[in-house]
Every structure is written in C-alpha cells, then in structure tokens.
C-alpha cells in the first residue's frame, strides 16, 4: 500500500519552478531516498510532504487523505531537519517530549516513551543534559528521536549525517537502517551523497533541476539507468552519443573515434542519434580472447582506490575513457599503451538528458 | 603585544579619575541625605536621618511614587505587549518599505523628549477638545506618552534577539505539533527571556524617572515622582532631595542589579548598543 | 516561514499582511499613530493653526520667530552648548574606553562598568542635585580648592556646570559604542604597524584612530542629539540663566504661546537632524575613504 503519494506535484517561487511535476509513490515501511545534487529541489519536495510549504498545484496524498491544506501540525508526518533545529532552551528529554506535550499524553506515558526512544537512539543517561553540550553525533540522534518518539506514519528526513564526519556518517547510517526496520516507519529520506541512497534505500527517485529523472531499487538504477544523467550521477559511466546504424542484427554507434557494437536488440529501435552508458568496469584491459568491441588507449591518470584502480585512459581523440579493474596485479603506470576491449553487451542505450556533474 | 608601562599607568589612572567623576554627584547625594545643615555646609554639620523623615511624610511625593509606579508598571507591560508582535514581524518577515516604517517607529529616540512632550500635549488638548477624551493630566495620557518615548528602545532590543533565535526552531516545534501560537510560546519566547527581562527593566526605570517629557503632559493630581521632585527642586535645595534621591538610588540600582542574574554581563552590553542605534 | 497569526480553527494560512497586520497592528494604532499625529499637529500649529491673532494660516510665527535676532543667539548657544558637550565626551570617553580593555580584574571591571553607567540608572533630577551640591560657591570642590588657596570658582548658574553634568550622563552613551569597535578593531594591525618601527604615536594616528573614528561619529551622533535636547539638566544647573531652545520652548507653554513652541519645537528637531546629517556624512566619508 503507497504511504505518500505526489501526483503532478510542483512547486513554483516567485518566477521559478523549483519542483516540477513530479509524480512518487512511496510503499508503506519503505526506506525511500530523493536523491539529487545540490539544489535540485529535493528539500523543497520534503518539505512539502512535512506541510512547509504549500504545492503550486498538484496532490498530496498521506494513507490516501489529501493532505493539501492540511496544516503541519495535523499531517501524521514528522521531519528531521537538515539543521537538526534542536531547542537550545530545553534539555534531551524536554526535547524528544515536546511532541508528546502537545498531544497531551499523560506523564507517565510520556516518560515511558522517551525512555524507550533514548533506547533506540542509544542515548539512555543523557536525558538532562543540555542539547548544546551534546557531540554532533549526539545531537542527531537526539533530532531523530524527537520525530520518531511521536510515532509518525512517515518520517521524513533531510540530509541528516550531512554535517558529520565520514566515520560517524557510515555508523549512523547503519544504526538509521536499523532503527527503520524495527520501527517499520516509513522512511523518506533527502540525499545528494549516491553512495548513501545506494545503502540505504529500498527505493530511490534520483531528482535533477526539479523533475524525477527515474525510480527504482538501487540495483535497477545501477544497471538499468534511465537516463545518461542517471547513469552519471550514480557511480561513474562512460557516456557515447552517435548515430546508429544497423546491419546483421547488430546496432553500431560511432562517437569520434569510439564506435560501439552491441545486439541491435538493446539499441533504439529507430535510427538516429543513440546515447550510451558504458561502465568502466565492464572495459577489459589487454583482453586474453578477441571481444566485440576494442580500442587503444594510453594511461593517462591512475587513481588507486584499494581495492580497485580507477584509470583515466586517453583514446585517439584525446578523449579519456574511465577503466576500472580489480587491483589483483600491480597498477599500469602512467603513459603505457595498452588495448581495450568489452563485449556486446556491455553498453547499455539510455535517454539523454542534462550530464550530472562529475560526482564522487 | 608590550605596552610602555607609562601608557598603561597613564590610562589607568585616566579610568580612575573618570569613574570618581561618574560616581562624585551620586554619592555626595547619598552622604547629604545624612547632613544635619539644611544648607547643604560642607563638610557636614552632623548625622541626622530628618530628611528622611521629611520625605517620607510628605504627601506629594508619597502620591507621586504611587503615581509613577502605577504608570511605570502599565506603560512597561503596554510596551512589551505591543513591542514584541513588531519586533518579531521586523525580524521575521521581509518586508516592502520597511525603512519608512522603521524611521517612524524610531522617530521618538531621535526627537528631542521636550519636543515629544509638547506635541503630546498639544495632541491631547486638541483631542479633548474635538472629541471628549480626557487624555491631558489624566493616567492614560501620561501612560500613552512613555509608551511613545519607550517602544523604540524595547523593539530595538527585541527585534536583535529575535533575529538571533534561529526561524527553524518555529518550524520544527509546528512539525511536532504544535499550532502557531504554541509554537512562538514554546519555541521561541523561552530563548528570548532575557531580552524581555532587559528590556521591560530598561522601560521601567525609564518611565520612572522621565521628567521632560512628563512636565508637558501631567497635572498635579498625576504628577510622577521625578516631576514632584524638579518642582521641589526649582524652590528648595534642602537635604530632603537628597534623601529621597538616595531611596532611588537604592531602588532602581536593586532593579538593574537584579538584571545580570538574569542575562550574562557581555549580552547586556550588546543589548544596550543594539539599541542606541 | 510559519505565522504566529494563523488561524488555528480553520487551519488555514492568513495572507502575509493579515499576519503584518496583526502583528503591527495594535502598536502602531495605539502608540506610534498619536506620536505621528502630534507632531503633525506641531507642524500645523507652527503654521498658526490655532490662531489666537486672527492672522489666518501662513508663516507669521515663523517669520516672527526667524525675525528676532535674540532667537537665532539662543540657537546658537544650544549648538554651542551641545558641540562642547559632545568634544570634552568624545575626550574623555576615548580613552576610558581605551583604558577599560585593558582592565583584567573581574572585580574592578563591574565596578568600572557599575560606575559608568550608573548615570542611566540615576533620576536626572538626583543628579543634577548632586552636582549642584559638589559645584556650588560652598560646595565639595570648591572648599577643597580652598583648602589651597584656590577659588571660589564660580561653577553653577553658568555654562560650566551645565556642561559638566551633561558630560557626566552623555559619557556611558559615548563610551559604548568606542568600546565596540575598538573590541572590532584587531590587534594585528598594531601590532603589524609596531612590527615595521612606527613609534606608539604614530601607530595611534594612522592605525588605531583610523579604525575606531566611525564609532566616534556613532558616539557624536548620539550625544549631540540627547545634548541639544537636554532640558532638566541645564534648567536646574543653569538656574534660568542659560537659556537653550529647549527651556525656551518650555517658557512658551507657560506663556501659552503655543504656535511659538511649536516653530521652537521643530526647530530644536531641525538642529538636531542637521547636525546628525552631517556627522552622518561624514561617517560615509570616512568609511568611503578607507574603502580605498
Ligand atoms: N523559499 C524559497 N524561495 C525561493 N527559492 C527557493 C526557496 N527555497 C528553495 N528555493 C530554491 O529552490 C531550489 C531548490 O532548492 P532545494 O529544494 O533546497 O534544493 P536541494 O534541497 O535539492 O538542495 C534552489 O534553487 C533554491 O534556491
Ligand atoms: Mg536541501
């Protein structure tokens, strides 16, 4: 059953359409991510199923209700705000019971309910410290538990690890999924590091310049991507626009001095221009038997990543092809020719919209 | 960084000689209300505590405090109340023509108090006149005058502390449920105490001792303290002055004294510059 | 952005200027609108609203006003009064400023703090007495002088005495803002000056003074404005016989020459703005000159 559902959604401020049509269904005890750069109208959307900010047009539903007009203190949602928005009046424990005041709830139950939440965000001890003594780690999980202790249908949450260090990101982030999957709260939760939304999500609409370029599982974004800003923005790709041709069932694209064979099956049906997502991990260095496809290439930059080694290879247009292979032998130096190859299948045609920056 | 010891002797010294100037006519005040000569000789003639006696029987000044604590307490809670609606609203919402606004709510800082006194008083004998209203020598129209001369300054305090509360805490208490009015109470106004303590004392002792615009505006059943005291003073030089200067003193020093047990000494001071402006 | 002044039983949003409305509202209808009115009544008075002659509305008063010479004599000795006011504040303001950053005891730092702006806390009134009591022909300083042959100086019912009580309540209005920038004013261009061999003067000239004058002005602005106005202080200290515009004005109500206050009123307020719009100037200068 869809918890949040946008149909046709925008958002316009003054002359700018910030968030354009956009259409979501998010399923209930989902972790769904947005996952977008910066400024791509991710916040605005949240903010928009928290009830910040009123749709141009559109419909919200939440369980089925139009939520519209709704005010944000009536919507059965609750956001962890990407400046954690803590009160720097009240201590832990006033903090996560704000939200249980103000529904009224008797004060033994209160107790009880911000006791288990400390719990589940493990912060049982630091009920009466002050909020602005706590550690950044701390003062997220205190942010989280004062949305989740009101036991919201879906708890939004906008790009809560952001401002902490790499360390701390991964752990929270696995202590964030657990949380998830215990409380079986459905989660939307505002991106813009792919690595995160890859980990994280069940599902994950990837956004740019305020439309939905694609919705799917990780898995199907990865291998299946939509779009060539898709294929860019998650991992890294190597993107190939030419025209197509076909013969002997066999679609050939030529981008300078690349052509790209594949089964005429994966490309565009018409004729014309074709755009391709190659990965670099799908490129073979020096391969041992004849592949369909092949190219040289000299090294031009070597970037070693632990595992893998990431190559910044040069073609004969001058034009650098990303390479990825696992760093089972010694890396290539800098300035070696060597051959490339990948097979028919490798390439996968996508539709061509605006290139995501080059992103880690 | 090494000062040359004789500059920092010579600012030291400044600083000393200054603060006795500051504090030389207050204490005189306090050491005269004890002086047996009513000549104010110097030295003093002998110890006596009759000046206080005096003031305290004495029936002007008696009404006068009443007066002046009846309109300081109102006119104080009439400025907070109306003040931090505005305060917020300069703070948190953008605004067209807001440096209009902002040079006419502030006007009275920069008019001359005389000035503001008789154009008060000007403006209530004409509306007495055209309409009835008894504003002229009356409780409301002396009230209504302090409100004029301290909305600026409780705004001017209020509005910095607002601008330093930071507009998503108010999102986020909405969030959790609460309405907009919850919201401002809960969320906000607690980060804002000090401010409002600061500035309700600052408007306090400013209505309580007003005399220049007060003199336009009053008649002798509402006449405040300080302006029972200016009368008294243009005809008589008599110790009394100086004991019921010393009552004051220790007043409204207990009140002000009282403010850095509320708020930190560095914030005050902010405050304050904020709202010199 | 939320609004206090939602309507909670509907839910619905008001409009953002039933909102401004509601939040400016009640105190610009209550206080700041009489404030506006009366002085536009002050205006209209000085323009012979409420005749009392039969000369009908003009500028009668103000050319009467801007006729006599005695007049322009009184408003000359105000903004005398107030510039020399404000000169020996700046003075001496300046370095107590100076002086109280490099205060390091705690203790003696609230004493200073207490001291100097007891002024703020103290009646005009208790003051002004208490500097007649200390100036006078018997009083405190004088007998001290006598005690080495000096004096009586004649301090009270002059210039003198007026000018030092209105120096004593405009210093904490003076020390404050020079306080905070000075505190803005980073060490390291001192030092740095110092570090290429300007000697202690020279590094106050053209480094420290520089940097702090804008608060200077901030500082002249705001006691020029409260000396011009000043009434209680020179009344009493001046004892009728220095007469400001402001105790001028205040004969006039007595006298019920209303239209004549009024034109006094509103020239008291043009002095002020003038001077303040030229110390306003020059502050852009200054600011404008060490832009470049
Ligand atoms: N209240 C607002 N008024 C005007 N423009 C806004 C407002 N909020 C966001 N924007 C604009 O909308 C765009 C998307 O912003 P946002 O939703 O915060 O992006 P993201 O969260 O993806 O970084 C940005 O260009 C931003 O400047
Ligand atoms: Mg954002």
């Known amino acids: ?360 | 960084m090494q000062e040359s010891a004789i500059k920092r002797w010579a600012l030291h010294i400044f600083l000393a000689a200054t603060l006795a100037f500051m504090l030389a006519p207050i204490l005189i005040v306090v050491v005269n209300s004890f002086n047996a000569s009513a000549f104010n000789a110097w030295p003093p003639h002998g110890f006596t505590l009759d000046w206080y006696r005096k003031v305290l029987a004495n029936p002007a000044f008696q009404r006068g405090t009443v007066n002046s604590l009846i309109i300081g307490v109102i006119s104080t809670a009439i400025v907070l109340v109306l003040g931090t609606p505005i305060a917020y609203a300069l703070a948190r919402i953008r605004l067209r023509g807001v440096t209009g606004l902002k040079a006419i709510l502030f006007a009275p800082l920069i008019v001359p108090r005389v000035a503001i006194g008789f154009a008060m008083f000007v403006l209530f004998v004409a509306l007495g006149t055209a309409t009835g209203l008894r504003l002229y020598g009356t409780f409301t129209g002396v009230i209504l005058a302090h409100c004029v001369l301290m909305l600026p300054f409780v705004v001017a305090i209020l509005t910095v502390s607002f601008g330093e509360v930071d507009p998503i805490v108010e999102e986020a208490a909405r969030d959790l449920g609460a309405s907009p009015i919850a919201a401002f109470r809960l969320a906000v106004l607690p980060q804002i105490k000090g401010a409002l303590l600061v500035s309700g004392i600052f408007a306090f002792i400013t209505s309580f001792d007003e005399v220049e615009t007060t003199l336009f505006v009053v008649r002798p059943a509402v006449n405040t303290l300080p302006v029972e005291m200016y009368h008294f003073l243009e005809q008589y030089q008599d110790p009394t002055i100086a004991a019921l200067s010393t009552l004051l003193i220790a007043f409204t020093f207990f009140i002000a004294l009282a403010v850095p047990f509320a708020v930190k000494g560095n914030e005050l001071l902010r405050m304050m510059t904020s709202g010199k402006q | 952005m939320s609004a206090v002044a939602a309507a909670p039983a509907s839910g619905r949003r008001l409009s953002r200027g039933a909102r401004l409305g509601l939040l400016l509202g009640p105190g610009f209808i209550c206080v700041v609108l009489p404030f506006v009115a009366a002085m536009a009544l002050l205006g209209a008075y000085s323009l012979n609203l409420r005749d009392t002659t039969g000369a009908g509305l003009g500028l009668s008063v103000w050319s009467q006003f801007l006729g006599d010479p005695f007049n322009w004599r009184v408003i000359w000795s105000s903004v005398q009064l107030a510039a020399l006011s404000t000169v020996i504040t700046i003075l001496i303001a300046y370095p107590t400023a100076a002086a109280l950053l490099r205060v390091r005891n705690r203790f003696y730092l609230v004493v200073a703090y207490v001291a100097l702006f007891s002024p703020l806390l103290v009646s005009v009134i208790s003051r002004s007495y208490g500097w007649l009591l200390l100036l006078s022909d018997t009083g405190f300083v004088n007998q001290t002088f006598g005690l080495f042959g000096l004096g009586p100086y004649r301090m009270v019912f002059n210039e003198t005495g007026v000018i030092i009580a209105l120096v004593h309540v405009l210093l904490p209005y003076a020390v404050l803002p020079i306080l905070n920038i000075m505190t803005q004013v980073p060490p390291v261009y001192r030092e740095a000056a110092l570090d290429l061999g300007a000697s202690g003067w020279t590094v106050f000239r053209q480094v420290t003074l520089p940097l702090t004058l804008p608060g200077v002005i901030v500082a002249a602005e705001i006691i020029f404005a409260l000396s011009i106005s000043a009434f209680v202080t020179p009344s009493l200290l001046g004892g009728g016989r220095v007469l400001t515009l402001s105790r001028m004005l205040y004969d006039n109500i007595g006298l019920i020459e209303w239209g004549m206050a009024a034109v006094q009123a509103i020239v008291l307020l043009t002095t002020a703005l003038a001077v303040l719009f030229v110390l306003e100037r020059v502050n852009r200068a200054t600011h404008a000159a060490r832009q470049d």
């Not at chain 1, 918890?3 to 002359?15: I, P, Q, R």
């Not at chain 1, 059965?76 to 400046?83: C, G, R, Y």
């Not at chain 1, 991507?225 to 076909?246: D, K, M, Q």
Request: aromatic fraction near 4%.
């Open chain 1, 1 to 360: 059953m869809a918890d949040v559902v946008l149909k046709a959604v925008e958002k316009v401020f003054g002359s700018e359409r910030v968030v354009k049509s956009i259409d979501l269904s998010v399923n209930q005890g989902e972790f769904f991510s947005l996952l977008g750069p910066s400024g791509c109208g991710k916040t605005t959307t949240l903010r928009m199923i928290a009830g910040l900010e009123t749709p141009t047009s559109g419909d919200l539903l939440i369980r089925g209700e139009r939520m519209n007009d709704v005010p944000i203190n009536r919507r059965p949602t609750n956001l962890v705000f990407q400046k954690l928005a803590l009160f720097p009046h009240l201590d832990v424990f006033d903090n996560i019971a704000f939200g249980l005041k103000l529904k009224g709830l008797p004060r033994p139950e209160i107790a009880r309910r911000v006791d288990d939440m400390l719990d589940v965000v493990s912060l049982a001890g630091f009920e009466r410290r002050r909020v602005t003594e706590l550690s950044g780690g701390q003062q997220q999980r205190v942010a989280i538990a004062r949305a989740l202790v009101n036991a919201p249908a879906v708890l939004l949450l906008d790009e809560p690890l952001g401002a902490l260090d790499l360390k701390l990101q991964l752990r929270l982030q696995r202590e964030l999924k657990r949380i998830q999957r215990s409380t079986g709260t459905t989660f939307i939760y505002v991106t813009h590091n792919q690595a995160e939304a890859l980990t994280l999500s069940d599902r994950l609409a990837v956004m740019n310049e305020g439309r939905v370029e694609q919705i799917g599982s990780p898995a199907d974004m990865y291998l299946h991507s939509a779009t060539s800003f898709v294929a860019s923005f998650i991992g890294r790709t190597n993107l190939i626009a030419g025209e197509a041709t076909f013969a002997g069932g066999e679609a050939r694209v030529t981008d300078g001095a690349l052509s790209v064979v594949l089964d005429d099956a994966d490309a565009p049906a018409d004729n014309g221009r074709t755009v391709l997502s190659l990965r670099p991990e799908r490129i073979v260095i020096a391969p041992k038997t004849p592949m369909a496809n092949g190219i040289d290439a000299t090294v031009a930059e070597v970037e070693f990543l632990g595992a893998t080694v990431l190559y910044r290879m040069r073609i004969a247009d001058g034009r650098i092809l990303f390479v990825q292979a696992l760093a089972d032998t010694p890396p290539l130096a800098e300035g070696t020719a060597v051959r490339l190859g990948w097979g028919k299948d490798a390439a996968v045609s996508i539709r061509s919209t605006t290139v995501a920056e080059d992103v880690e």
